[in-house]
């Protein structure tokens, strides 16, 4: 677990490539066949217009300012969804996922909702629901039409 080592900041458009690559390399953890990466590419590219648009978190560390994951919140049908939530492989599990999931849920908060969103890859869904979400169903990927998708609420 990590204490005062690392900081949440508001991510810069200039951040994009590294988020994008930290995305690319969080979801390939779970070791998804190569054709089926492809098929994920569009979803996991972040572009400055994105964090522009819609607020982007990142956490890093203090002393070498290295970046090891972040999460973007978007704005869809009046609604606030967890849009990305990334940790670098080598530091899943260290708590930084908890601690960018609770910095997303108070940054909702403060903007006025009182639940917050998400739809899950299937491999996060525990971690989801450890955070206290709850899951309301599923829905079918845009990208792989077999494939399910978790959705939770958490309230906050």
Same mark, same amino acid.
């Given at each position: 677990?990590?204490?005062?080592?690392?900081?949440?900041?508001?991510?810069?458009?200039?951040?994009?490539?590294?988020?994008?690559?930290?995305?690319?390399?969080?979801?390939?953890?779970?070791?998804?066949?190569?054709?089926?990466?492809?098929?994920?590419?569009?979803?996991?590219?972040?572009?400055?217009?994105?964090?522009?648009?819609?607020?982007?978190?990142?956490?890093?560390?203090?002393?070498?300012?290295?970046?090891?994951?972040?999460?973007?919140?978007?704005?869809?049908?009046?609604?606030?969804?967890?849009?990305?939530?990334?940790?670098?492989?080598?530091?899943?599990?260290?708590?930084?996922?908890?601690?960018?999931?609770?910095? $997303?849920? !108070?940054?909702?908060?403060? #903007? +006025? =909702? *009182?639940? /917050?969103?998400?739809?899950?890859? %299937?491999? $996060?869904? !525990?971690?989801?629901?450890? #955070? +206290? =979400? *709850?899951? /309301?169903?599923?829905?079918?990927? %845009?990208?792989?039409? !077999?494939?399910?998708?978790?959705?939770?609420?958490?309230? /906050?």
């Amino acid at each position: 677990m990590y204490d005062d080592d690392v900081r949440i900041r508001p991510a810069k458009p200039e951040d994009a490539e590294e988020l994008a690559d930290i995305a690319w390399r969080s979801k390939s953890y779970w070791d998804y066949p190569p054709e089926m990466m492809e098929l994920f590419r569009g979803q996991l590219t972040i572009k400055q217009d994105f964090i522009e648009r819609n607020p982007t978190y990142l956490i890093e560390h203090e002393e070498t300012e290295k970046i090891a994951g972040f999460y973007a919140l978007q704005k869809k049908d009046g609604r606030w969804w967890i849009e990305h939530l990334w940790v670098v492989p080598d530091e899943i599990g260290t708590g930084l996922g908890s601690k960018l999931f609770l910095h $997303a849920c !108070e940054i909702t908060e403060t #903007m +006025g =909702a *009182e639940e /917050l969103y998400i739809t899950s890859d %299937p491999n $996060a869904e !525990e971690f989801y629901v450890h #955070m +206290g =979400a *709850e899951r /309301l169903g599923e829905r079918e990927s %845009p990208k792989v039409p !077999e494939r399910r998708l978790p959705i939770l609420r958490i309230k /906050l």
